[in-house]
C-alpha cells in the first residue's frame, strides 16, 4: 500500500509522518526506513528507526535512480515493513509531472515486496495530474 500525506509547506505533514514513524516501530515487527532531504529530524525520530539522508546521495537526480536507490535499500533489508519518505518533491529533482509514474512504481514495489510507503509531498490531491489513486491511501 501506498500512503500519501498531502499538503502545502507549513501543514505539518512532517510532523504527523514523525509520529507515524515512531508508533510504527513500537508496534511493528519489521525495519521501518525514513528517507529524508537532510539529517536536520534525526533526533526526532526513534533510535531504532533507520535515517536516510538524501543530501548524502547527491548523484541520484531521477525518478529511475531513486527507485534503484530503494531497490538498494530493500534488497539490503528483506524486513522492512515500512519506508517513509518525507518530501518527495525535495529529493532527486522529482516534480509533479514525475508523481504518476513514480506512485505506480510504488505501488507494484509495495505489492512485490509486501511493504507500505508512506509519502509526503507538498501538493494537494488535485495538483497530482494523473496519478491513478487507486491503491493509494490519503491520510489527510
Known amino acids: 500500500m501506498v500512503k500519501l500525506l498531502l499538503g502545502h509547506k507549513g501543514s505539518g505533514k512532517t510532523k504527523r509522518m514523525i509520529g507515524l514513524a515512531n508508533e510504527s516501530v513500537e508496534n511493528g ?4 526506513i525514513f528517507i529524508n532531504k537532510n539529517a536536520r529530524l534525526m533526533y526526532d525520530l526513534k533510535y531504532k528507526i533507520r535515517v536516510i539522508c538524501m543530501e ?8 529511475d535512480e531513486y527507485i534503484g536507490f530503494l531497490y ?26 514525475d508523481l ?32 491513478d489513486f487507486e491503491g493509494c491511501e490519503i491520510l489527510n
Do not use: W
Open 56 to 63: 548524502d546521495y547527491e548523484h541520484i537526480t531521477n525518478c
Open 72 to 97: 538498494g535499500i530493500i534488497s539490503s533489508d528483506h524486513d522492512i515493513e515500512t519506508i517513509y519518505i518525507d518530501s518527495i518533491l525535495k529529493h532527486a529533482d522529482f516534480t509533479l509531472g
Open 100 to 131: 504518476p509514474e513514480f506512485t505506480e512504481r510504488l505501488k507494484q514495489i509495495s505489492k512485490n515486496y509486501g511493504m507500505e510507503f508512506v509519502v509526503s509531498l507538498s501538493a494537494s490531491k488535485e495538483e497530482m495530474i494523473g496519478v
Open 29 to 32: 515487527r519489521g525495519s521501518t
